[in-house]
């Protein structure tokens, strides 16, 4: 009862703070814009995997989540064809996306399903190169909970399907202020680029060093500054350190509604990785049959050419031959 009592009196206390400044901003003619735009941006992520993920995936989801303090890690879902539950999920964890991963064929293949629950879009991507943090061993290191810098490369709007994947990144990816676990820090930044047709993921961390007095005087009078280049900003050294994960998304398809509806995009150049492993063993058998006929014909000529002891066409007699000689 006390946890309610104290919810709702911080409740009537900020209603009363916000009609006090509604009156005070009515009176100037002026309404605070960044206010409402506050209010309005509330992100939370559900982040779950399904049943049959390897190690790798696990320790990729433990990265995500611990890269973005607006997340909420979930239990694996049980089932792979009723992905519409993920919705009801959401709305249970007070959730408005969800960022799905889907094991197929004991681990081997995994996709990436984004969605903006209720109402969608979804957009479903094959995952490939995976390196976690634990393989990377990397030196960068960022705070836990902070904000970080969102990269998007100049291709993301040239195309209609990329622009609305581009949306959906922002919201997964992108730390609203209103997140009670985030810090108030920006120290790393995560790039996004478009390459082959594919979406490659990297993170940095952002590293200020301070510049050695040498350099500041080189600078200072190579500038004509006799404060050094403070003035200008120019004291610190700025540098991207690789923090990890890594990954590359290649898109399939994009629905119109969350895990359901209308197919509204598809990838019409993707190739999927069981036709690319059959693609594999039809080639290694075609070898092993090429092999096997060329025995046969070389079996074949030996026998016409009467090389063979049993088989085959019989060789000749000769009259000059021992046998007939000294018969």
């Known amino acids: ?135 990377l061993h990397m030196t960068g290191n960022c705070l836990k909970g902070s904000r970080p810098i969102l990269s998007f490369d100049s291709t993301f709007d040239t195309q209609p399907h990329l622009e609305v994947i581009k949306e959906l990144l922002m919201h997964i990816f992108g730390v609203p202020k209103s997140s009670r676990k985030r810090k108030p820090f920006i120290d790393h930044v995560m790039g996004f680029t478009v390459a082959e047709g594919r979406i490659w993921i990297r993170c940095y961390q952002i590293d200020e060093t301070e510049k050695h007095g040498k350099e500041l005087n080189g600078q200072s009078k190579a500038n004509g500054d006799a404060s050094g280049g403070q003035a200008n900003g120019q004291d610190t050294d700025m540098k991207l350190i690789e923090i990890g994960p890594r990954f590359v998304l290649t898109p399939i398809v994009i629905l119109e509604s969350s895990f359901g509806g209308p197919v509204i995009y598809e990838n019409r150049e993707f190739v999927s990785p069981n036709q690319v492993r059959a693609n594999m063993r039809l080639a290694r058998a075609g070898k092993r049959n090429l092999r096997a006929d060329q025995g046969a014909e070389s079996k074949f000529k030996r026998g016409e050419l009467g090389l063979k002891t049993f088989g085959g066409r019989k060789k000749e007699k000769d009259a000059l031959d021992d046998q007939a000689l000294f018969a």
């Open 1 to 135: 009862m006390s946890a309610v009592y104290k919810s709702l009196s911080s409740k009537s206390s900020s209603k009363e703070k916000r009609n006090s400044s509604s009156k005070a901003t009515q009176s100037n003619g002026e309404i605070s814009e960044q206010e409402q735009l506050e209010k309005k941006y509330r992100q939370k992520v559900l982040m779950l995997t399904s049943r049959g993920v390897s190690y790798r995936h696990r320790h990729l989801l433990n990265d995500l989540n611990a890269l973005l303090p607006h997340s909420r890690k979930e239990a694996k879902l049980d089932t792979k064809s009723r992905l519409y539950q993920l919705n009801e999920l959401a709305e249970l964890y007070n959730c408005n996306n969800v960022l799905f991963f889907e094991a197929r064929k004991g681990g081997k293949d995994l996709y990436a399903w984004m969605s903006k629950a209720p109402n969608g879009p979804t957009v479903k991507m094959h995952l490939q190169n995976l390196h976690t943090m634990e393989e």
